[in-house]
């Protein structure tokens, strides 16, 4: 007969081999200390974030006399050719810094985040993010055209690495570390801790696991607190609730087109700063000069068109309300198209996150300006069509509906315009996605040589070298090569792509790796160990991807 006693030792011992093993995973990937460090990690995010605003407005008080994001409402109390003051000083300021401090000569952002979890050995430096935050906090306090966000994520992932380094944590753990950052970046910059989690996924790590979504909560959630307690729980554009209903289901058509319309500018504008990023490459005109430049070029368009200026909320505001008119809007498309890739192209910093969501407001406000005038009984208000606008044009750069949808109902605190939002996000970014082929930030990465959209095969056979698998050469043997003879070798920095290749010519099983300064060999390359290096770099991924 079975006794109580019994019967729970053995629940006891099943319950024990069934969760051992869990246990035993979670403790190996460290995710003890990857919560303990996400918290940090959020606070860190939190402060930075505020500390970054803060440090915008001080630069801007010194030109404009106040640090309110009121810009445009300042600006008209003062002389005319006063927005040439701020951009010109501060693109002087900052090449000055570039001069001394950052012989890079470029502001780091997303895509310096997104290389930094790729490969470790990419220069993310605590130093190099203080001195790109503080080019950044110049150049947008002074007017430049550019967004906050890439530089408080670069920023938050430089103290990302810092800390997991500290940590000592494996590999995916790092990783997941490093998408902390960024989503407490997110989360305090903009006061939308979902669409930083969902941000930390979608564009930092490129997939969803359950092991990175806990500590990217946490992250996130503790950055949302210590900003709210900073800022305030308002969102960053408020909006009357009535103003973005949907009239009818007869819009939907117009929805779609609004879609198209946005992956146009969309595309025009990733065009342009890769456009721009290549004739500044070409100019021969030295680094730390191109500021001054696209200073004096940015105030030059700002005589005509102040709203270009800085992150440009308040004309995103005024867009959101309906209060520009349709002419301004389409003219205020290609400005702020112009003076953003001036800006970033001069390698003054500044992200592409707020012009996105500036030149979706003017274009859904244009476009909602003329549906309201040919079909005034159906169309919604213009605030509704520029609100859309925002999240199409932005999720088509870079390359993220997900949170970047969530984030648009973040900061506007309305949910009624769902189905308009998606529709328009996910026609415009497959438009963009069809004549690009890849996100803002992935095009800047190609330039690197980093072509993460071809799939975890191509990143392994790039990033894996010789010198991670080749055998060394045991002390006494004769490590004599002749180069001359027409052999087939490998040197130790090749990348695994190209040693298969070389095995699939030679029909080798193993080439010498030669060391070319002396000519000498330092060890074998075996075939069936490069194919094991790379078929466990893609296990690796699969199961980082899968946990």
């Given at each position: 007969?079975?006794?109580?006693?019994?019967?729970?030792?053995?629940?006891?011992?099943?319950?024990?081999?069934?969760?051992?093993?869990?246990?035993?995973?979670?403790?190996?990937?460290?995710?003890?200390?990857?919560?303990?460090?996400?918290?940090?990690?959020?606070?860190?995010?939190?402060?930075?974030?505020?500390?970054?605003?803060?440090?915008?407005?001080?630069?801007?008080?010194?030109?404009?006399?106040?640090?309110?994001?009121?810009?445009?409402?300042?600006?008209?109390?003062?002389?005319?050719?006063?927005?040439?003051?701020?951009?010109?000083?501060?693109?002087?300021?900052?090449?000055?810094?570039?001069?001394?401090?950052?012989?890079?000569?470029?502001?780091?952002?997303?895509?310096?985040?997104?290389?930094?979890?790729?490969?470790?050995?990419?220069?993310?430096?605590?130093?190099?993010?203080?001195?790109?935050?503080?080019?950044?906090?110049?150049?947008?306090?002074?007017?430049?055209?550019?967004?906050?966000?890439?530089?408080?994520?670069?920023?938050?992932?430089?103290?990302?690495?810092?800390?997991?380094?500290?940590?000592?944590?494996?590999?995916?753990?790092?990783r997941i570390a490093l998408a902390c950052g960024v989503a407490a970046a997110i989360s305090s910059s903009f006061n939308a801790p979902i669409a930083g989690v969902l941000f930390a996924h979608e564009v930092i790590l490129g997939h969803f696991a359950m092991s990175a979504f806990v500590p990217l909560v946490i992250a996130s959630v503790v950055a949302a607190i210590i900003s709210r307690l900073w800022f305030g729980e308002a969102p960053a554009f408020v909006i009357d609730p009535d103003a973005i209903t949907i009239s009818s289901y007869l819009e939907i058509p117009a929805f779609a087109l609004l879609g198209l319309v946005c992956a146009t500018v969309a595309i025009l504008f990733q065009t342009a700063l890769i456009g721009g990023d290549w004739l500044s490459?070409?100019?021969?005109?030295?680094?730390?000069?191109?500021?001054?430049?696209?200073?004096?070029?940015?105030?030059?368009?700002?005589?005509?068109?102040?709203?270009?200026?800085?992150?440009?909320?308040?004309?995103?505001?005024?867009?959101?309300?309906?209060?520009?008119?349709?002419?301004?809007?389409?003219?205020?498309?290609?400005?702020?198209?112009?003076?953003?890739?001036?800006?970033?192209?001069?390698?003054?910093?500044?992200?592409?996150?707020?012009?996105?969501?500036?030149?979706?407001?003017?274009?859904?406000?244009?476009?909602?300006?003329?549906?309201?005038?040919?079909?005034?009984?159906?169309?919604?208000?213009?605030?509704?069509?520029?609100?859309?606008?925002?999240?199409?044009?932005?999720?088509?750069?870079?390359?993220?509906?997900?949170?970047?949808?969530?984030?648009?109902?973040?900061?506007?605190?309305?949910?009624?315009?769902?189905?308009?939002?998606?529709?328009?996000?996910?026609?415009?970014?497959?438009?963009?996605?069809?004549?690009?082929?890849?996100?803002?930030?992935?095009?800047?990465?190609?330039?690197?040589?980093?072509?993460?959209?071809?799939?975890?095969?191509?990143?392994?056979?790039?990033?894996?070298?010789?010198?991670?698998?080749?055998?060394?050469?045991?002390?006494?043997?004769?490590?004599?090569?002749?180069?001359?003879?027409?052999?087939?070798?490998?040197?130790?920095?090749?990348?695994?792509?190209?040693?298969?290749?070389?095995?699939?010519?030679?029909?080798?099983?193993?080439?010498?790796?030669?060391?070319?300064?002396?000519?000498?060999?330092?060890?074998?390359?075996?075939?069936?160990?490069?194919?094991?290096?790379?078929?466990?770099?893609?296990?690796?991924?699969?199961?980082?991807?899968?946990?």
């Amino acid at each position: 007969m079975t006794t109580p006693v019994k019967t729970a030792k053995q629940i006891y011992s099943v319950t024990q081999r069934w969760v051992r093993p869990h246990l035993a995973s979670f403790f190996a990937l460290q995710q003890p200390r990857l919560w303990l460090l996400a918290i940090l990690l959020g606070a860190i995010g939190g402060a930075l974030g505020i500390a970054f605003r803060l440090a915008i407005g001080f630069v801007q008080s010194l030109w404009l006399g106040t640090a309110s994001e009121q810009v445009l409402t300042t600006l008209s109390t003062l002389p005319w050719w006063w927005p040439m003051i701020g951009p010109v000083g501060g693109g002087i300021v900052v090449g000055i810094i570039l001069y001394f401090w950052r012989p890079l000569g470029r502001a780091g952002g997303v895509a310096d985040v997104i290389e930094a979890r790729v490969r470790e050995s990419s220069a993310l430096t605590f130093r190099g993010a203080t001195v790109a935050t503080l080019v950044t906090a110049i150049t947008l306090g002074s007017g430049g055209s550019g967004g906050r966000e890439g530089p408080i994520v670069y920023y938050a992932a430089a103290a990302s690495k810092l800390g997991f380094r500290i940590f000592r944590l494996p590999a995916a753990a790092r990783r997941i570390a490093l998408a902390c950052g960024v989503a407490a970046a997110i989360s305090s910059s903009f006061n939308a801790p979902i669409a930083g989690v969902l941000f930390a996924h979608e564009v930092i790590l490129g997939h969803f696991a359950m092991s990175a979504f806990v500590p990217l909560v946490i992250a996130s959630v503790v950055a949302a607190i210590i900003s709210r307690l900073w800022f305030g729980e308002a969102p960053a554009f408020v909006i009357d609730p009535d103003a973005i209903t949907i009239s009818s289901y007869l819009e939907i058509p117009a929805f779609a087109l609004l879609g198209l319309v946005c992956a146009t500018v969309a595309i025009l504008f990733q065009t342009a700063l890769i456009g721009g990023d290549w004739l500044s490459k070409r100019s021969g005109t030295p680094v730390w000069v191109r500021p001054a430049i696209g200073g004096l070029l940015v105030g030059l368009i700002a005589l005509a068109f102040p709203p270009v200026l800085g992150v440009g909320y308040e004309a995103t505001d005024m867009a959101l309300a309906g209060s520009l008119d349709l002419w301004l809007m389409l003219a205020l498309i290609v400005a702020k198209t112009v003076a953003t890739t001036i800006t970033l192209s001069s390698r003054a910093g500044g992200g592409v996150f707020s012009p996105c969501l500036y030149l979706g407001a003017m274009t859904g406000g244009a476009f909602g300006i003329i549906a309201t005038s040919v079909f005034p009984d159906v169309a919604s208000s213009v605030g509704l069509y520029a609100l859309i606008g925002m999240g199409a044009v932005a999720a088509a750069v870079l390359g993220a509906p997900i949170s970047t949808a969530v984030m648009i109902f973040e900061l506007t605190g309305g949910f009624a315009f769902s189905i308009a939002l998606l529709l328009a996000v996910a026609i415009a970014t497959g438009l963009t996605q069809a004549v690009m082929g890849r996100s803002y930030f992935h095009w800047q990465l190609y330039t690197r040589g980093i072509m993460l959209e071809e799939g975890p095969h191509k990143h392994a056979a790039q990033f894996i070298r010789v010198r991670d698998f080749l055998r060394p050469l045991p002390e006494d043997q004769d490590n004599t090569f002749d180069i001359a003879s027409g052999a087939p070798w490998l040197r130790p920095t090749e990348t695994l792509e190209s040693a298969l290749k070389a095995f699939d010519a030679s029909e080798a099983s193993r080439l010498p790796v030669i060391e070319t300064k002396s000519n000498t060999i330092i060890g074998h390359a075996h075939h069936v160990d490069a194919l094991s290096s790379f078929n466990k770099a893609l296990v690796a991924h699969s199961r980082e991807e899968h946990s």
